[in-house]
T-cell receptor
Framework: AQSVTQPDIHITVSEGASLELRCNYS??????LFWYVQSPGQGLQLLLK??????LVQGIKGFEAEFKRSQSSFNLRKPSVHWSDAAEYFC???????????????FGQGTILTVHP | DTEVTQTPKHLVMGMTNKKSLKCEQHMGHRAMYWYKQKAKKPPELMFVYSYEKLSINESVPSRFSPECPNSSLLNLHLHALQPEDSALYLC????????????FGPGTRLTVL
């Protein structure tokens, strides 16, 4: 069964500092990979996704993520964090092939980001 | 426009009530999803509709009954819920089921008394 691990439950950074949120997945083949962000009590907004091609993916709000097949990782990065980036971040995977799970996203447990001024 | 709307924003219901959650999208998407999210947990998939047919049911109790009356609308009918069903219910849609990006609505915060 596919699974996603976000090792850091809570990360605190200062405004202007760089950020890296970790995501590791377990899956029989390379899945589709996503990063979503959720503000308290709100829905999820897609930051970026990886389907194929260039392993460094650019997203919205200055975020990027790098897919590393050898490490089964898809870490999210931002060079300079803004106070408005404080939120919860979810890594998710989805199966490539058809079948009964096609379209089913599996989410990691989430990482809460706190930004200090 | 990549907007998915959900109504109501908040819902409080007793265990004997019948209520419905509504989700709407006008992006021409043919796949729609219901997720349940408990506090401090990730979203968990409940149902997937593809071309208005139920495609995935994640063994959800029958007190939750989904309905997809047309390609733009998705309902979740609630009956005889339990307090542990209190959660944020998220709707999402995608162009098709599978590799396409899922776009989420803001959710309905449900409290069962």
């Amino acid at each position: 069964a596919q699974s996603v691990t976000q090792p850091d439950i809570h990360i605190t950074v200062s405004e202007g500092a760089s950020l890296e949120l970790r995501c590791n997945y377990s899956y029989g083949a390379t899945p589709y990979l996503f990063w979503y962000v959720q503000s308290p009590g709100q829905g999820l907004q897609l930051l970026l996704k990886y389907f194929s091609g260039d392993t460094l993916v650019q997203g919205i709000k200055g975020f990027e993520a790098e897919f590393k097949r050898s490490q089964s990782s898809f870490n999210l990065r931002k060079p300079s964090v803004h106070w408005s980036d404080a939120a919860e971040y979810f890594c998710a995977v989805g199966p490539r092939a058809g079948g009964t799970s096609y379209g089913k996203l599996t989410f990691g447990q989430g990482t809460i980001l706190t930004v200090h001024p | 426009d990549t907007e998915v709307t959900q109504t109501p924003k908040h819902l409080v219901m007793g265990m004997t009530n019948k209520k419905s959650l509504k989700c709407e999208q006008h992006m021409g998407h043919r796949a729609m999803y219901w997720y349940k999210q408990k506090a401090k947990k990730p979203p968990e998939l409940m149902f997937v509709y593809s071309y208005e047919k139920l495609s995935i049911n994640e063994s959800v109790p029958s007190r939750f009954s989904p309905e997809c009356p047309n390609s733009s609308l998705l309902n979740l009918h609630l009956h005889a819920l339990q307090p542990e069903d209190s959660a944020l219910y998220l709707c999402a849609s995608s162009p098709g089921q599978g590799r396409d990006t899922q776009y989420f609505g803001p959710g309905t915060r449900l409290t069962v008394l």
